[in-house]
């Protein structure tokens, strides 16, 4: 293995597990000594300190890890203070509204009105954050309850609940056969 070689093995695994790992394992990998790969290592430091780069690498005892650089620390901040865009789909959409209309509700609940499974899309709303546990029905089994949170009304523009559109009994109905339909067009196999 060439020196170059050498380095991208170890700045990947430094990337990779994210956290410091030990001189002597990084030497295991690359099949060298571990005064070698302390030699490749301080030369990484040095090119990522001297170049215009982002990240450098820091010496925790006999480990290295690889992370941000403290001068990029205002530009992180301004990254995580952004607000997220989410790609909704209909599903997950649709999903959102039995919840937003019918909370507190459980899972089994939602399935019901949808007549799909949810739980996928479900985890993805409370990843999203627009969805959140309120706890458990006292009933058979603890199922969870589902609600919308603040930055679901934040999201669609609203103060409350009370501020979402009433629904006609026209759209529940369009809304139960959509739901019929696609349950109709999930094929089992037997």
């Known amino acids: 293995m060439t020196r170059e070689e050498a ?8 990337f990779t597990m994210g956290e410091a790992v030990e001189v002597e394992r990084l030497a295991q990998v690359i099949e060298e000594d571990k005064n070698y790969t ?7 430091q040095s090119e ?4 215009q780069r982002g990240i450098t690498i820091m010496e925790l005892e006999d480990s290295f890890q690889m992370c941000t650089k403290a001068s990029m620390y205002e530009y992180l901040i301004k990254i995580a203070k952004t607000p997220r865009k989410y790609n909704i789909t ?11 209309y019918k909370q507190p509700i459980t899972r089994i609940e939602i399935e019901k009105v949808r007549g799909v499974s949810c739980d996928y899309t479900i985890n993805r709303l409370i990843e999203f954050g627009l ?3 309120l706890g458990r029905k006292d ?3 603890k199922p969870i309850l589902f609600g919308t949170t603040e930055e679901f009304l934040r999201s669609f523009g609203v103060k409350s609940l009370d501020e979402l559109p009433e629904l006609s009994q026209m759209q529940i109905e369009e809304f139960r056969e959509q739901a019929e339909a696609e349950a109709s067009a999930v094929v089992v196999d037997v």
């Open 38 to 44: 302390r030699e490749l290592i301080f030369e990484m």
């Open 48 to 51: 990522y300190d001297n170049g």
């Open 131 to 133: 969805v959140t546990e």
């Open 7 to 14: 380095k991208a093995v170890i700045e990947s695994i430094l």
């Open 139 to 141: 009933a058979p089994g």
């Open 90 to 100: 209909d599903s997950m959409l649709e999903t959102l509204s039995v919840i937003a």
